[in-house]
């Protein structure tokens, strides 16, 4: 049985002040919110603690944006597994596009933090998904299936949650259309050993688009960036029809 998982990408936005001021606004909506949807906040590392404490106990769960494969070590800038679950974090995203656009990640470092993840019973939200130079070049599906079959070697597909982002879909307000999205993920499913990984789309999701979005039958969430900064835009996203 497939959940629906929908994640807030808080990227390098909010300060321990601002989240718990978010946190004021969004939580109330919860109230309507059908119980089989996982909702997850993943704000940045120095907004983790205060946003744990504010959670504690209610049906929000805890993601961080990133995480590093070693146990601990001279690795400065990073953070490790135990430091995250230690204050009650329970997905990481890994691979985001914006992490191996700027800073280097590759499918094989992808490959190792999600093992440190799941080492740690963090639910990794595995990124996958193309540029506009390679789609327009044909690349979409060969380019997936690469990043998946060299992303999940030795992966526990149970304790797993993918995200597709078409690269030129964020933050640019062009949005992959959701049956062209519906089709790619299909193809994602195809790929995996177990068919029931929830599988959401990611890139320019908005209030006024997951309705169409959520309608697709492939489709099992939404990894939301700038639209889950505003608690009344994430709360309709959160409740769509």
Not at 192 to 214: C, R, T, W
Request: charged share 20%.
């Amino acid at each position: 049985m497939r959940k629906i998982v929908i994640a807030g990408n808080w990227k390098m936005y909010k300060t321990q002040a601002e989240g718990t001021e978010f946190l004021q606004g969004f939580m109330p909506t919860l109230e309507e919110t059908p119980p089989d949807r996982e909702v997850i906040l993943c704000p940045p590392f120095t907004t983790l603690g205060i946003l744990s404490k504010n959670l504690h106990g209610s049906r929000v769960q805890l993601g961080a944006q990133n995480l590093h494969w070693a146990d601990a070590g001279a690795f400065t800038g990073e953070i490790a597994p135990a430091m995250l679950t230690e204050i009650g974090v329970r997905y990481a995203i890994i691979g985001h596009s914006e992490r191996r656009q700027y800073f280097g990640e590759t499918d094989e470092t992808v490959n190792k933090r999600l093992k440190a993840a799941q080492k740690y019973g963090i639910t990794p939200i595995l990124c996958v998904g193309e540029s506009k130079q390679q789609r327009d070049a044909g690349e979409t599906e060969s380019l997936i299936i690469s990043q998946l079959e060299k992303g999940l070697v030795d992966i526990d597909q149970n304790n797993l949650v993918i995200a597709y982002e078409p690269i030129w879909a964020i933050g640019t307000g062009d949005t992959c259309e959701s049956k062209e999205a519906n089709r790619v993920i299909g193809l994602i499913r195809s790929q995996l050993s177990n068919p029931d990984v929830p599988i959401q789309y990611g890139g320019s999701v908005k209030h006024d688009n997951i309705d169409e979005i959520m309608a697709q039958p492939e489709i099992d969430g939404a990894l939301v960036g700038g639209a889950s900064l505003e608690p009344a835009s994430f709360a309709r996203i959160v409740n769509y029809k």
